[in-house]
C-alpha cells in the first residue's frame, strides 16, 4: 500500500530512500512531486509513473479508510463510488425537501441529512481529486449519481405508489442505492 518499499522503519514524513552514500533520505516525503507528504522525493523516483502511481493510491487509502469505506476495490475506485452514491443522495433528498410544507421545514430530519450529505461530496471529491483521480471522472460520477435519482423518481412516480408504500421509500432508495454501489 506504500511506494516506500525501499525502506524499513522510518518518518513516513519522510522520503526514506536508501542512499548510495548509506543512510536514507531525509527529504520531506514527495518532496518535488505531485504527490507531496507521500512516497519518496523527486531525486529518489518519485517523479516516475509507477512512484506517482502508487502515492496516489496510497493517498486514495487514506481517504477511504476517513470515509469509512470498504477497500476491497482500488481505494480510487471506492472514491469515485461514493462520489457517485453521495450525489445520488443529496438529489434525492433535495426532493424531499422541496415538497415539505414550509412549517414542516425546520423540524425536517431531511434537512440535517442534506447539509451533512452536501459537506460529504465535497470532501469525497476534493479526497478524489488530490488522490490524482481527474476532475473530469470525479464529475462524471456525480452526473451519473444524479441521473440515478432521477430515473428512480421517475419509475416511483409512475407507479403510483399507495401512502403505505411512499413511506417506505425514503427507506427502501438508500439501501439500494448503496447496495448498487457496493457491487458496481
Ligand atoms: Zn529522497
Given at each position: 500500500?506504500?511506494?516506500?518499499?525501499?525502506?524499513?522503519?522510518?518518518?513516513?514524513?519522510?522520503?526514506?530512500?536508501?542512499?548510495?552514500?548509506?543512510?536514507?533520505?531525509?527529504?520531506?516525503?514527495?518532496?518535488?512531486?505531485?504527490h507531496a507528504g507521500y512516497g519518496t522525493c523527486k531525486l529518489h523516483g518519485g517523479a516516475m509513473r509507477n512512484h506517482r502511481i502508487a502515492a496516489q493510491?496510497?493517498?486514495?487509502?487514506?481517504?477511504?479508510?476517513?470515509?469509512?469505506?470498504?477497500?476491497?476495490?482500488?481505494?480510487?475506485?471506492?472514491?469515485l463510488a461514493e462520489v457517485h452514491r453521495t450525489a445520488g443522495a443529496i438529489d434525492w433528498l433535495r426532493e424531499q425537501i422541496q415538497v415539505l410544507d414550509p412549517t414542516e421545514v425546520t423540524d425536517s430530519p431531511w434537512i440535517p441529512l442534506y447539509r451533512q450529505e452536501r459537506k460529504h461530496l465535497i470532501d469525497v471529491c476534493r479526497a478524489a481529486i488530490s488522490a490524482g483521480i481527474e476532475e473530469r471522472r470525479v464529475r462524471l460520477a456525480e452526473?451519473?449519481?444524479?441521473?440515478?435519482?432521477?430515473?428512480?423518481?421517475?419509475?416511483?412516480?409512475?407507479?403510483?405508489?399507495?401512502p403505505d408504500q411512499a413511506a417506505r421509500v425514503s427507506e427502501v432508495v438508500p439501501q439500494r442505492l448503496r447496495a448498487l454501489v457496493d457491487v458496481a
Open positions: 500500500m506504500t511506494v516506500k518499499e525501499t525502506t524499513e522503519d522510518h518518518d513516513s514524513c519522510l522520503c526514506g530512500a536508501r542512499k548510495r552514500t548509506g543512510g536514507t533520505c531525509g527529504r520531506p516525503a514527495g518532496w518535488g512531486t505531485d493510491k496510497s493517498i486514495a487509502s487514506e481517504a477511504v479508510k476517513v470515509f469509512g469505506l470498504d477497500l476491497e476495490v482500488d481505494p480510487r475506485d471506492a472514491l452526473q451519473q449519481g444524479t441521473l440515478l435519482a432521477d430515473v428512480i423518481r421517475g419509475i416511483l412516480g409512475d407507479l403510483d405508489l399507495t
